[in-house]
């Protein structure tokens, strides 16, 4: 089992930054892929960026170039750095964490809200 304990959402202005963090804890030496999600009222859950256990990075079109995810191993935590901000990045941002066997985990959500 793993654990994702979500922090740093809150209320910002458009242009704004917001860092997001979350930490794994449990069977951590089984995760392949740790991400971030968000899910806007109304819309589907989509993927806005995931880091795999090699480094590689995907991001989606929406925030290429705007957000940044990384890691800190010693932390068993993973950031998401995210810039300039828009309102329509409104939604609540949840944490991913996939394993080997495969299983999927989820953080609680934490809400991030852009005003324009």
């Known amino acids: 089992q793993v654990q994702l304990v979500e922090s740093g959402g809150g209320l910002v202005q458009a242009g704004g930054s917001l860092r997001l963090s979350c930490a794994a804890s449990g069977s951590i030496v089984s995760i392949n892929i740790m991400g971030w999600y968000r899910q806007a009222p109304g819309k589907q859950r989509e993927l806005v960026a995931r880091i795999f256990k090699g480094g590689i990075t995907n991001y989606a079109d929406s925030v290429r170039g705007r957000f940044s995810i990384s890691r800190d191993v010693a932390k068993n935590t993973v950031y998401l750095q995210m810039n300039s901000l828009k309102p329509e990045d409104t939604a609540v941002y949840y944490c991913?964490?996939?394993?080997?066997?495969?299983?999927?985990?989820w953080g609680q959500g934490t809400q991030v809200t852009v005003s324009s």
């Open positions: 991913n964490a996939q394993s080997i066997p495969v299983q999927v985990y």
